[in-house]
């Protein structure tokens, strides 16, 4: 067997190990998680694939294809959090294979393991694979285009003779990926692709970067991936959609969305932390590298491009969610695999600066999670912070068994990095990262089965335990002073027969077919007592229940 088979199957190995186990572990998260699954839910409870929609109304945020593929799971698994998240797994060991492949073909197999074990061990790429959101699928798909039309680019300028296809091949495949980007979360797929292609142009005055006809090819065929569901959507429903998606997109890129605001350089702190410990070696490579052949230097250029274009605009974005800057991950991790390798040649030191970055930052992780269980025991202590937030304050309330074992991953961290510090010194560089990343990516899974299901207990699992203990009721369950999905997905709500079912006036007051559930969040207790046609069922950890009983008739 082949070395290069051998790191296929390791790949494959390590990545189904890491991400499919404990998928199923704890309940899905507001909003996306749970909202991504009801969708998929309704497609499969309705029989209708084509509409995506959430409490049977039409939802206009996002198109099918990643709720087509997640119905896939779930008619295999069943509708549960396994099956949610599921295709995000096998995303993940797709990601490795694709991008161990793209390092062997620009550089050799050594470069490609060790992009791969950059990705696989760190911390928010290895997060996403186990969550049930739709940007890794995305993020794959834009990448695979933007590769593609590299690819073409090189291959109309001869830049690497080893393309032996034709130009208009890569084109078409370009465009094909990005079209089902596209379907998959949207026209920002394109943007980001643009923006690239644009930002290369004007920084390496390169003409051929953004060669008009090329661009027409591989947006041509962009659009005729997405008019497959586009065409059949406008045939039943009409315009609707488009509109009240283009409505969405510019009040998604020009307000803080849903509250998700955030400081400036947010998304650089995010990419700093999160992507430990590629992050530590990565920022070395946005200084001049020497590197061999010509196309690697321009794949290098364009990874420093894709950077900055998605730091830049998801900085500019009104909303900062953790996940918009996730496209960031591919162009970081190929720049600390690129420092690696040349440390690994000789050519580049670990710096005291590097050592001290990955010093500071994993003490943050260690001191997080060494301290978590302790503050768990002694709640108390918090409590104060929360003192102006009543459901927060509440939360704490929580009955949550903190055993001092939820320490594990900090220790174990704690002794991944001393390795490989000691490995560093003695100047076994190879040995010395695979023990930093493939320790961290231990550490990530060990983070996520002892602290996931606790962090829950704070935080959501009143609501849910709730919902869930409505399922079978023929009955109608809203929220108060809050969004949530989980009343949705975790009660099991059947399509409504009454047209009425969202008109909130009609669901208190008058006269209404079905008993009626409200959850809120403290203190809107205070309201619902004043309200004479409801009754107050009770209340967990900062959430609080009424029932408003069904009309006699």
Sequence with gaps: MSSNIRNYLFLIFIGALIYIPFLGGVHLFDWDEINFAEISREMIRTGDYLTVQVNYQAFWEKPPLFFWIQVLSMKLFGINEFAARFPNAIVGIVTLLVIYRMGTKLFNERFGYLWAMAYFGSILPLLYFKSGIIDPLFNLFIFLGLYNIIQAIWRRNNLLPELTKPKL???????????????????????????????????????????????????????LIVSIWLGVEIFHHGFRFIVEFIEYQIRLLSTADAGHGGIQGYHFIVLLLGCFPASVFAIKGFRKINIDKGYRQDFRKWMLVLFWVVLILFSIVQSKIVHYSSMAYFPFT????????????????????????????????????????????????????????????????????????????????????????????????????????????????????????????????????????????????????????????????????????????????????????????????????????????????????????????
């Design 169 to 223: 091949y890569y084109l078409i495949w370009g465009g094909v990926f990005i079209g089902l980007a596209i379907l998959t979360k949207g026209p920002v797929a394109y943007l980001i692709v643009i923006l690239t292609l644009l930002t290369y142009r004007i920084v390496y005055k390169s003409g051929s970067a953004f060669n008009i006809p090329d661009v027409f090819i591989w947006s041509f065929v962009s659009l």
């Design 334 to 553: 190929f720049l600390a695999a690129l420092v690696i390798m040349q440390i690994i040649d000789g050519k580049i030191q670990i710096s005291k600066g590097m050592k001290l970055l990955m010093s500071i930052i994993s003490g943050i992780f260690i001191i997080v999670t060494v301290s978590a269980p302790w503050i768990g025991r002694n709640i108390e202590i918090i409590k104060p912070l929360f003192i102006d937030d009543p459901f927060g304050y509440a939360g704490l309330n929580a009955q949550v068994n903190w055993t001092g074992l939820e320490m594990i991953p900090g220790i174990l961290l704690l002794i991944v990095v001393i390795t490989s510090m000691v490995l560093f010194r003695k100047d076994k560089i190879l040995l010395g990262v695979q023990t930093l990343f493939f320790g961290t990516a231990l550490f990530v899974f060990a983070g996520l089965i002892f602290f996931i299901g606790r962090v829950e207990m704070y935080s959501q699992n009143a609501e849910i335990e709730f919902c869930k203990s409505l399922q079978g009721k023929d009955c109608y369950v809203v929220t108060s002073n809050f969004k949530s999905y989980a009343q949705y997905f975790y009660a099991k709500v059947q399509p409504p027969d009454n047209p009425k079912y969202t008109d909130l006036k009609w669901l208190i007051y008058e006269d209404v077919d079905k008993d009626v559930y409200i959850v809120g969040k403290k203190p809107v207790e205070e309201h619902w007592r004043t309200v004479w046609t409801v009754r107050e069922l009770g209340g967990k950890n900062g959430y609080v229940f009424f029932k408003r009983e069904a009309s006699k008739k």
